[in-house]
Every structure is written in C-alpha cells, then in structure tokens.
C-alpha cells in the first residue's frame, strides 16, 4: 500500500533531487564524446594512415554516440534501481 503511493507520486526536477535536468544530461553527453571522438580519431588514423578518412569516422561517431548517449541517460534517470 505505500509502495503504491510512493510509485504513483511525480515529483519535479526541484524536489526530486536523485534525477538529473536534460541540459546536464547534455552537457555530461558533450564532454564525454570529445573525449570518445578524441580516441575514435587517433585509433582511426593508426589503422588508416589517413587523416582525412580518420576525421570523417570520428565526425560521425561523435554525432551518433553523442545523441544515443542521451537518450540512455534519460532512460536511466527513469529506472528507480539503485538509488
């Protein structure tokens, strides 16, 4: 019964404390995919030796990592597991 009560209250971004607003989930996807197309890009070149077809990998890496990056955030934000 208060399981029940529990499971169906919303609550906000203010009073809700354990989750995160979408701009840092943002900003979190960012950082890291510079980081993530950083390593794309010198592993790309090695196995390549060409800067140009290096760059263009971890162009597109970064864009499609960055925005799948997102949304697995947001989804874990909604999974009550271990918090």
């Known amino acids: 019964m208060i399981l029940d009560k529990v499971a169906g ?7 809700d404390k ?10 979190k996807a960012v950082s890291w995919r510079v980081v993530g197309t950083l ?9 390549t030796g060409e800067m140009m077809l290096a760059t263009s990998i971890a162009s597109i890496d970064f864009v499609t990592k960055m925005i799948l990056y997102f949304f ?12």
């Open 72 to 83: 697995h955030e947001r989804i874990w934000n909604r999974i009550k597991w271990g918090k």
């Open 9 to 15: 209250r919303k609550t906000s971004y203010e009073s």
């Open 39 to 47: 390593d794309t890009l010198i592993v790309s070149y090695l196995l």
């Open 18 to 27: 354990v989750s995160e607003k979408p701009i840092r989930s943002i900003a």
